[in-house]
Structures are given as C-alpha cells and as structure tokens.
C-alpha cells in the first residue's frame, strides 16, 4: 500500500504557478519526502528532496508543514514542457529502502 | 549527477523466448538496485530488490521463476523476463541510490511480446 495519496490529475495554463500536495499522514521520523517527474516512456527524474520547512532549487520548490504529515510541490511559471506525471515519495535511505510508488498526478499544462 | 542506465531500450520478442535487460550503475557502486514495472497509464510498481552477491527479494504476486534477477557485480543487474508472453509486455525500469540519499533510475526498457 503506497504510503502517499496525491490528486490523479491537474489542469494548468503556460505561465502559471502548480501546486500539487501531497498526503503522506504515516511519515515516519526518518523518512524524507522526494518528488520526482516522469514523462512518457522515460524513467522517474529527480525534481527535490526536504525533510522539514522549504527547499528551493532551480527548478522547483517544497513545502513541508511543521507536523510532515503533507508537502507541496511548486512549480513556477510552468509551460509545455512541464506535462507529466509528478510522484511523490517517502522514505528514509534511498540504499536500501522499498519505494512503493502512489498513483502520482499527471499534470496538463495547456496553452 | 549519478547516472543508471539500461539496455535495451526497446525489445520485442516472440512468445516463448526469453529477454534479458541490464541495468548498470555508471559512476557508483549499487549493493541494492530495484526493479520496477509499469503499465500504460498506470504507476510505477515495485517486483524485486536486487542484492548483489545475493538472491533478490520478490514482491507478493511476482513470480521469481519467470522474472530471474541477477546481481552479479556491484555496477550491474540483470533482469531475465523467461518463457515471454503477450502480458508481459510492459515498460521495466531500474533504480539504485549509490549510498546517496537520491534514488536514480534508469531510462526504462519497453518489451514487446508478440
């Protein structure tokens, strides 16, 4: 049973800030949240990684309430290229820990 | 970055035969790689841990007879779908983390089973 619930799909416009959220209510106090990106035929790339707060990168930011039971993922002024499926992960060392994977949310950025 | 890799990228085979697929760790050393399948439209689903110099541990429902898996260095697994049939047709992909806290996977591999 995946350890996340994520919304199944999400509509957006080129130029507009995504949000997706994540629910993850078991985290375990080890366990840190990922967030990767899947485009068709390709495998998983990794977007960002946080255990409590805020992480920024590049490309994207992550929120993480005080209690870690969600995160959201933001993604800035999204266009085309951004339509994918977005996963989110929970666990704690990559090495050795089984990621069960959620349903993920396929994000449409329309024109 | 780290980067995994397989091969082939693509297969297609007739019924019956087997396939093998690689997946190699380029620039680090994996004792743990995954091993994933993933239909159309569908998430990504967990069949085995690969153990390296070890015998890799298979989900409930994954048949190790018909999904052979082999780790024999620390850079390589192999995954051997035997006996192929149509249902097996899917897109299997890889992963390891290298000791890092970042999960890497691979670019996938679409087998075909005619």
């Known amino acids: 049973l995946a350890k996340t619930t994520q919304p199944i799909s999400m509509d957006s416009y080129e130029g507009q800030e995504v949000n997706i959220t994540c629910s993850h209510n078991n985290i375990a106090t080890n366990d840190y949240i990922t967030w990767y990106q899947q485009f068709p035929s390709q495998g998983p790339r990794f977007i960002i990684q946080?255990?409590?707060t805020k992480v920024t990168n590049e490309v994207a930011s992550l929120f993480i309430p005080a209690d870690r039971k969600s995160s959201t993922l933001s993604l800035p002024r999204v266009s085309l290229s951004d339509t994918a499926v977005y996963y989110c992960?929970?666990?704690?060392?990559?090495?050795?820990?089984?990621?069960?994977f959620g349903t993920g949310t396929r994000l449409k950025v329309l024109a | 970055g780290a980067v995994v890799s397989q091969h082939p990228s693509r297969v297609i085979c007739k019924s019956g035969t087997s396939v093998k697929i690689e997946c190699r760790s380029l620039d680090f050393q994996a004792t743990t790689m995954f091993w994933y399948r993933q239909f159309p439209k569908q998430s990504l689903m967990l069949m085995a841990t690969?153990?390296?110099?070890?015998?890799?541990?298979?989900e409930q429902g994954v048949e190790k007879d018909k999904f052979l898996i082999n780790h024999a260095s620390l850079t390589l697994s192999t995954l051997t779908v035997t006996s192929a049939h149509p249902e097996d047709s899917s897109f299997y992909i890889c992963?390891?983390?290298?000791?890092?806290?970042?999960?890497?996977f691979g670019e996938g591999s679409r087998l075909t089973v005619l």
């Open positions: 946080g255990y409590k």
């Open positions: 992960l929970v666990g704690d060392n990559p090495g050795t820990y089984k990621y069960i």
């Open positions: 992963s390891a983390s290298g000791g890092r806290r970042e999960l890497f």
């Open positions: 690969s153990n390296e110099g070890s015998k890799a541990t298979y």
